[in-house]
């Protein structure tokens, strides 16, 4: 069992493989850290997921751009491929933040964006239904009723493709008009999105978290308020 | 607005600005060379893609339509995935814009050092880009300054469609020697298809385009566009301009406020065109480029989405603008293409607001 020293240092060296894209550090301070007893549970929050926190920290100041943080991802999907079967036989569940459904609409492939904020989204302690890329229109609609996420969050790089969001929201909210519904996507801006009548406009992959949460705090009081 | 009188066509408009002189009102060159000019006309956005004769002719019927300079140009921006040995689909359904590729020529970086240059005459779109090009060749219309808009990409972006833009960020970081491998490849293919186009249509009535939307500040650092962009579009342009052109249009799509420093490193010609996304003010872009004449700067999503007093205002703002904070000359552009299913009601607002405003005297 790791003293509280070490399982500092271990932590840390998790943190700042991600950080710095070390992919090979990052699974060497996951197997450490499992070799030492530390909670692989404790490990993946502290260690690599604030260390991606950090990373999408650097990307918002513009320290870092789409190559780091692909970078960064990868060191974290790494540290996690060592760090997760020991979380899953512990049994130990993450408390879930909140669930998005995540998609590229239709007649769109550009996913990059789309799949940073799925990252961020799953570090921040969500449960994330990607969809994909060009995602016929119906299957947000599908996806949103059979796993009740209280999100879901459209992505469009092309002034032809964000005309499908209102299409989706219109259907999104016949079924369920209480969903929240984020865009974000090169084309789109605040005033775009309320235009489409969505809930919430995220810039960059590293403001979606934030805005999600936004909306689900509105979306609780009002509940309350009922 | 008081109806005023032309005293130019808008190729002798454009003709003035690159002597550097005044012309009677701004030029509208409205970067509508694909979707848009094949759904006004009524038929597919595919068809700007591949079929030449009615890409052709619907760009030159929409520029007669709305009064626009009429500069024929046919490409798209996922250019290299096919023509390096890939394979795109053609843009179909309701809400596809371009072509988009569906398989990447590279896959690891083994395929990196084995890829070579295609053979420049019958790669991807190249053979349907070169019937386009004849087509135009064969007649300069009143409003037209340049039959020929002669075609490449930046290499980024060309790299970015042959890897994939994921590979070539991290190859950016993890493995640089393989990025510039890639990228000196895209390079010297440009160079390929400058030739081509200079020994099919030679100097006159040609304009060199290019253009780069992947290396952009949503996605690389100025550093790392100074290390992996500059040095390819320096070459590029050098070569072009070795070749007797006086003037290239080259589109910096998207956030390229933080690369404007590298950007104005590059030579355009005598001047240069140079077209901005909304992300660069014109004011920005006169600063970088005194000497060369700007375009660009309205956001397309307002065209597409706003209502049109809304587009007129923004027009306005951007010909007032252009008039006077562009010292090298200035034509009004949207800030990328001009979307495909834009409102005819808008794009006639953005129109009337340069013939209302555009005016020297």
């Known amino acids: 069992m790791a003293t509280e020293e070490r399982t500092k240092e271990i932590l840390k060296g998790l943190h700042d493989s991600v950080y710095e894209f070390e992919e090979d550090d990052a699974v060497k301070w996951a197997k450490t850290a499992l070799e030492e007893g530390v909670d692989p549970f404790v490990a993946t929050m502290e260690g690599i997921a604030e260390g991606m926190i950090a990373a999408g920290e650097a990307y918002n100041e513009k320290k870092y751009f789409v190559p780091e943080l692909l970078m960064c991802a990868d060191a974290l999907y790494a540290g996690l491929d060592i760090l997760k079967p020991a979380i899953e036989a512990s049994g130990r569940q993450a408390e879930v933040k909140g669930s998005i459904v995540l998609g590229v609409v239709e007649g769109d492939v550009h996913d990059i964006g789309k799949n940073l904020v799925k990252m961020m989204f799953e570090v921040a302690g969500w449960t994330v239904y990607d969809l994909g890329k060009d995602v016929p229109l119906d299957k947000f609609v599908e996806e949103q009723i059979k796993t009740d996420a209280e999100v879901v969050g459209l992505s469009a790089l092309m002034t032809t493709s964000m005309l499908a969001m209102p299409v989706v929201i219109e259907k999104l909210r016949a079924k369920n008009p209480k969903v929240r519904i984020l865009l974000g996507g090169a084309p789109v801006n605040p005033e775009v999105a309320e235009k489409y009548g969505a809930d919430g406009y995220a810039k960059t992959a590293g403001t979606a978290v934030d805005e999600a949460i936004n909306l689900l705090k509105v979306l609780k009081e009002e509940e309350l308020g009922e | ?361």
């Open chain 2, 1 to 361: 607005m008081m109806e005023r009188k032309e005293t130019m066509t808008d190729r002798e408009r454009v003709e003035a600005i690159l002597q550097r002189k005044k012309p009677d009102r701004v030029p509208i060159w409205p970067f509508a060379f694909a979707g848009f000019a094949t759904v006004y006309t009524g038929t597919s956005i595919a068809d700007a893609y591949n079929k030449p004769k009615v890409a052709y002719e619907a760009q030159k019927k929409t520029c007669e339509d709305f009064g626009w300079v009429f500069t024929p140009m046919f490409g798209y921006a996922a250019y290299g995935g096919w023509e390096f040995g890939g394979e795109i689909k053609w843009p179909s359904g309701e809400f596809a814009q371009a072509p988009t590729v569906t398989r990447h020529p590279v896959e690891t970086e083994e395929d990196v050092w084995k890829l070579q240059k295609p053979e420049v005459s019958t790669a991807g779109i190249i053979p349907l880009m070169t019937d386009f090009y004849k087509i135009a060749a064969n007649e300069q219309l009143d409003n037209e300054p340049f039959n020929v808009l002669a075609w490449s990409l930046g290499a980024f972006n060309t790299a970015g469609m042959i890897a994939s833009v994921d590979k070539m960020c991290k190859w950016v970081i993890k493995k640089p020697d393989v990025a510039h491998r890639l990228l000196s490849l895209a390079a010297d293919h440009s160079i390929d298809l400058t030739d081509h186009w200079h020994t099919l249509f030679g100097v006159k009535g040609v304009l060199p385009f290019t253009g780069e939307a992947v290396a952009t500040g949503q996605i690389i650092s100025a550093k790392q566009f100074e290390d992996f962009v500059l040095p390819y579009f320096m070459k590029v342009h050098g070569y072009i301009l070795s070749l007797g052109y006086e003037h290239i249009y080259c589109h910096q799509c998207g956030e390229q406020n933080a690369n404007l420093e590298h950007w104005a490193k590059i030579p355009y010609g005598k001047p240069g065109i140079i077209s901005i996304g909304h992300e660069v003010e014109l004011e920005t872009a006169g600063r970088y480029y005194p000497n060369d004449v700007i375009m660009g700067n309205l956001e397309p999503a307002i065209i597409q989405n706003q209502t049109p007093d809304e587009v007129y205002e923004a027009t306005k703002k951007n010909v007032l603008d252009g008039m006077t904070k562009c010292p090298g000359g200035y034509v009004f552009s949207p800030g990328c293409e001009l979307p495909p299913m834009a409102p005819v009601e808008n794009v006639k607002a953005m129109s009337q607001a340069v013939a209302d405003y555009g005016w020297y005297d």
